[in-house]
Structure formats: C-alpha cells, structure tokens
C-alpha cells in the first residue's frame, strides 16, 4: 500500500481522533471538522473513510434512525497513535528553530 499524501494523512488522523472520542456518522464527520477550520464535504471523506475500512482502522454499523456509524478498531488506535507519535516528533524537531526565531 502506498503511503497517504499530506491531505490524504491529515485526513485519517482527524477521522480516527474523531471517531476515537465518539463513533459518529460521515455527516457529523463534517460538521465536526468544519468547526475545527477544516472545509470538507461528504465526497471528499467517503474515500478515505473506505481506506480506513479497509485497512481495518475503522468499523461502519449501520445505526436504524442513523444511518451507518463510524467507530474506531484497535488498528486504528495503533495507526493513529503512530500518526500521533510522528507528529510529536516533528513538533520536536521544528521547536528550537521557533525559540531561536523569536
């Protein structure tokens, strides 16, 4: 499997954090993202949503009155605590250059 671009990367760790805090539908996906700055819509997120079914990062039950609702899979807590990890390193490593350009 090919690594995921940045957009692509940004994606899966705001799905999985999202779905990781509460299981939700691809609707309260959206709504959710848009109120962190983030502008998607339902076509732009079906694609990585099924990349992360796929890989098993994700689980989708269909909810009655809900529609399908998206939750987090052991697999996706251990993706996104790698994703989350990587990021950590990069704040790191990115910090002394911010204090010295202060």
Do not use: W
Not at 43 to 49: E, I, M, N
Not at 54 to 64: F, H, K, P, Q
Not at 70 to 99: F, M, N, W
């Amino acid at each position: 499997m090919k690594p995921p671009t940045l957009d692509r990367f940004f994606s899966r760790v705001y799905i999985l954090k999202l779905v990781q805090s509460s299981p939700a539908t691809v609707m309260n996906l959206v709504d959710r993202l848009r109120e962190r700055g983030i502008d998607k819509n339902i076509r732009s997120l079906r694609p990585v949503l099924r990349s992360l079914m796929m890989a098993r990062a994700i689980t989708a039950e269909l909810v009655e009155g809900s529609g399908r609702v998206y939750c987090i899979t052991e697999r996706g807590r251990a993706e996104l605590e790698q994703y989350l990890s990587h990021l950590s390193v990069l704040k790191a490593e990115l910090a002394p250059e911010d204090a010295e350009g202060s």
